[in-house]
């Protein structure tokens, strides 16, 4: 009986072993495939945390979006959003010295190319969040359409392509980010969640990767 009750246990833990740190959703290892639809959810759902100061709920909105949109076992997931939610928790309470939030953008873009084999450079990818994000703060620089361009050159380095072809993506979540920010704590989050779909659905498609071409027939 203790040499089962040992078994057991052994393969409980190794189970658990397997679904934190090996287990991974189902398709392919790729930021540019992912559902549309649930992604606005999780981001519309995350800005409300972030504004609310509700860090914890922001964490798990995180873990969970990285775990299923980019295909992260629970720990990978776990690790990469702890550095976004740090990021954005420091961002949130800074007012000045944005800078101090790169080392975590870093790390968790960093995680994103090793995980996907992708070619960016997380750095670069870092400073082009980054620098969206301080535009919202800037009545100088907070238009739609600068939003937008900054998001597009993010979106353009993040999926390695044109920024001409994320562009109209970029500036419907810019617009989002716009109307959110006009209505603070009144904000209409059902008219900003419509245009976070039509976003999501926009990239989605703009960063679909082309089809392989058929091998010459013989």
Known sequence: MRR?????????SGGALYVVAIHTPPGPRSLRVFDPDRMADLELRMWQAYYAK?????FALLVTMLHEQNRYPWAKATRAGFH??????????????YERVLPDLERAYAIARDWNGAGFDPKEVARAELAWWAARRNPGASTVENVGALIAEEYSLL?????ERVTLAAARRAEAAALRD???????????SRILRD???ELRVAVAEPPKAAPPTP
Request: hydrophobic letters at 45%.
């Open 159 to 163: 999926y390695e392509v044109s920024r």
């Open 182 to 192: 006009s209505g603070r704590a009144n904000a209409d989050w059902p008219t900003i």
């Open 4 to 12: 089962l009750l040992l078994l057991v246990g052994v393969l409980l």
């Open 54 to 58: 509700q860090r914890v709920r922001l």
């Open 199 to 201: 976003s999501y659905r």
């Open 84 to 97: 976004l939610a740090r990021a954005a928790a420091t961002f949130g309470d800074a007012r000045g010295d």
